[in-house]
């Protein structure tokens, strides 16, 4: 057993390095995520919960009922809770000026198509929704279509209920949190439908084959890949690099790379690769 392992939680159990790799395995193979070693004590806790929930005692019994009930069931909420899924509104916000500055002056009423991969509970599509809405005149707002997907059916059900708590607003700039948002009497917030229409949520494994067609102008995968090893990152990238328009970008996170020559990009800003 390793020595990182966490102080027993589900009635006693604990996770056993056996039931750990096991894991690992599981995660891997279905959505790409590497969990590191070292990370016994977290998985566990989230493990736990899930436990408690439906009364498993015993980890073994718990990752049985993963394996005879994938990909669906069980299997559906283990994967909910061994994803990381923090975002927040205008997050690396110089991508957002970056669009602004070299995206939107291509679009010249044209549709748009963007797509947000890995977009976790919706604050990365919203954010670019209400620029959008401010750029104005120069875009169609009927002819925009923001895809915004995620493997986890917890963070869709929040970014399809568009609601979100008072602290999770705070970097919305003040004017486009009066306008595009209603203030509920419980103290929270809900997009507008006029942000919500311009966004398409939906479930897809970005490990797995993907129903999509190409020419987004970009995509967006921020944050995501750096829980995929190099070869996973890669093929990602190069499935990307098939559904974008010529000129089209990828952005990723400001602590993500790629390399960027060999797959068919140039990095022309922090994060941000353009096809060539
Ligand atoms: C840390 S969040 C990043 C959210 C947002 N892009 C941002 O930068 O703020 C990473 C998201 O990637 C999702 N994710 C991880 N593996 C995935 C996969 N194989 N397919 C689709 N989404 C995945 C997680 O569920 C999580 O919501």
Same mark, same amino acid.
């Given at each position: 057993?390793?020595?990182?392992t966490?102080?027993?939680?589900a009635?006693?159990?604990?996770?056993?390095?056996?039931?750990?790799?096991?894991?690992?395995?599981?995660?891997?193979?279905?959505?790409?995520?590497?969990?590191?070693?070292?990370?016994?004590?977290?998985?566990?806790?989230?493990?736990?919960?899930?436990?408690?929930l439906?009364? *498993?005692?015993?980890?073994?019994?718990?990752?049985?009922?993963i394996?005879?009930?994938?990909?669906?069931?069980?299997?559906?909420?283990?994967?909910?809770?061994?994803?990381?899924?923090?975002?927040?509104?205008?997050?690396?916000?110089?991508?957002?000026?970056?669009?602004?500055?070299h995206i939107?002056?291509?679009?010249?009423?044209?549709?748009?198509?963007?797509?947000s991969?890995?977009?976790?509970?919706?604050?990365?599509?919203?954010?670019?929704?209400?620029n959008? &809405?401010?750029?104005?005149?120069?875009?169609?707002?009927?002819s925009?279509?923001?895809?915004?997907?995620? *493997?986890?059916?917890?963070?869709?059900?929040?970014?399809?209920?568009?609601?979100?708590?008072?602290?999770?607003?705070?970097? *919305?700039?003040?004017?486009? &949190?009066?306008?595009?948002?209603?203030?509920?009497?419980?103290?929270?917030?809900?997009?507008?439908d006029?942000?919500?229409?311009?966004?398409?949520?939906?479930?897809?494994?970005?490990?797995?084959?993907?129903p &999509?067609?190409?020419?987004?102008?970009?995509?967006?995968?921020?944050?995501?890949?750096?829980?995929?090893?190099?070869?996973?990152?890669?093929?990602? *990238?190069?499935?990307?690099?098939?559904?974008?328009?010529?000129?089209?970008?990828?952005?990723?996170?400001?602590?993500e790379?790629?390399?960027?020559?060999?797959?068919?990009?140039?990095?022309?800003?922090?994060?941000?690769?353009?096809?060539?």
């Amino acid at each position: 057993m390793s020595l990182l392992t966490a102080q027993p939680s589900a009635k006693g159990a604990t996770l056993q390095n056996a039931d750990f790799q096991k894991v690992r395995r599981i995660i891997f193979d279905y959505c790409g995520i590497s969990i590191n070693e070292g990370k016994e004590a977290l998985v566990q806790s989230r493990l736990a919960k899930r436990m408690r929930l439906l009364g *498993i005692s015993s980890f073994s019994d718990y990752l049985e009922i993963i394996e005879s009930e994938r990909p669906n069931g069980e299997f559906l909420s283990f994967v909910d809770v061994l994803t990381t899924n923090k975002t927040s509104f205008y997050r690396e916000n110089k991508h957002f000026e970056f669009i602004e500055k070299h995206i939107y002056p291509t679009l010249n009423g044209r549709s748009v198509k963007w797509w947000s991969a890995g977009c976790s509970s919706g604050e990365e599509p919203i954010t670019l929704a209400m620029n959008l &809405l401010e750029a104005g005149s120069n875009v169609n707002a009927r002819s925009v279509k923001i895809l915004a997907t995620d *493997i986890s059916r917890d963070v869709l059900q929040i970014a399809k209920s568009g609601v979100y708590a008072q602290h999770k607003v705070g970097d *919305i700039p003040g004017n486009y &949190l009066g306008k595009y948002f209603t203030h509920l009497p419980d103290g929270s917030y809900k997009v507008k439908d006029e942000v919500s229409r311009m966004i398409t949520y939906g479930r897809l494994n970005l490990n797995d084959r993907w129903p &999509l067609k190409g020419d987004f102008q970009f995509i967006m995968c921020r944050n995501v890949m750096i829980y995929f090893n190099r070869a996973t990152q890669e093929k990602l *990238i190069t499935k990307f690099r098939d559904l974008l328009e010529p000129n089209g970008y990828v952005f990723l996170g400001h602590s993500e790379s790629m390399n960027a020559p060999a797959l068919g990009f140039k990095n022309v800003a922090p994060a941000v690769y353009q096809k060539i």
